[in-house]
């Protein structure tokens, strides 16, 4: 696995870059938010990088921060969404935004990004909450508190609950965001759930 790489810039093409890493000319994709704060052609710089390996390539992804590098390998871990659309994700919003909308709920933000649908909305919602609660010590994120953060949480524990009983991610989410659920348990919401099923 590559993980880092430091060398000269010798073509710059959004997303895409050829880095000089003595005498080896490595391309590299990288989100805009990276892109954007590389130097010049011909000026050194340090990327921290994923390698995709597949059947008919090898693609090679550069982030100025690990941070960027962490989010990309969760997104790859989503159903549905590849390195390109990863790529894609973090050119439209910086890593800090994506988090907050994810820990929010807001599908609005996510669909507005390019390549992101309702569907994929939900599902980056759904799949990533937990995800981002177990790498924002590493990148650094202020959890998300609100006024009904436990609340949440016993949601949260009924979703998952539900996903292990059979149901589709969306759908669970879709049971257990309908009930009224102020001051009820994991355990009353998931059998409430049921019920209406």
């Known amino acids: 696995m590559i993980g880092r790489l430091r060398g000269i810039i010798?073509?710059?093409?959004?997303?895409?870059?050829?880095?000089d890493v003595q005498g080896v000319g490595y391309e590299?994709?990288?989100?805009?938010?990276?892109?954007?704060?590389?130097?010049?052609?011909?000026e050194e710089v340090s990327l921290f990088t994923h390698l995709v390996v597949r059947e008919d390539a090898q693609l090679l992804y550069g982030f100025a921060t690990t941070r960027e590098r962490l989010l990309f390998r969760s997104l790859l871990k989503v159903?549905?969404?590849?390195?390109?659309?990863?790529?894609?994700i973090l050119s439209g919003s910086d890593v800090d935004d994506f988090s907050r909308s994810v820990q929010e709920g807001d599908a609005d933000s996510?669909?507005?990004?390019?390549?992101?649908?309702?569907?994929?909305?939900e599902r980056l919602i759904i799949e990533m909450r937990d995800r981002l609660k177990?790498?924002?010590?590493?990148?650094?994120?202020?959890?998300?508190?609100?006024?009904?953060a436990?609340?949440?949480?016993?949601?949260?524990?009924?979703?998952?609950?539900?996903?292990?009983l059979g149901y589709k991610p969306i759908e669970a989410d879709k049971m257990i965001r309908v009930l009224d659920?102020?001051?009820?348990?994991?355990?009353e919401l998931i059998r409430l759930a049921l019920q209406r099923k």
């Not at 990288?30 to 011909?42: D, E």
């Not at 436990?150 to 292990?164: H, M, P, Q, R, T």
């Open 134 to 148: 177990d790498i924002s010590g590493a990148m650094g994120l202020k959890p998300v508190v609100s006024a009904a």
């Open 181 to 187: 659920s102020d001051g009820l348990t994991t355990e």
């Open 79 to 88: 159903n549905g969404v590849g390195a390109k659309l990863a790529l894609t």
């Open 10 to 19: 010798l073509e710059k093409q959004a997303p895409d870059l050829v880095l």
């Open 110 to 121: 996510l669909t507005r990004l390019p390549g992101v649908g309702k569907k994929t909305a």
């Open 28 to 42: 590299v994709a990288a989100p805009m938010s990276t892109f954007c704060s590389l130097p010049a052609i011909n």
């Open 150 to 164: 436990s609340l949440a949480g016993a949601k949260d524990e009924a979703i998952e609950a539900l996903i292990s």
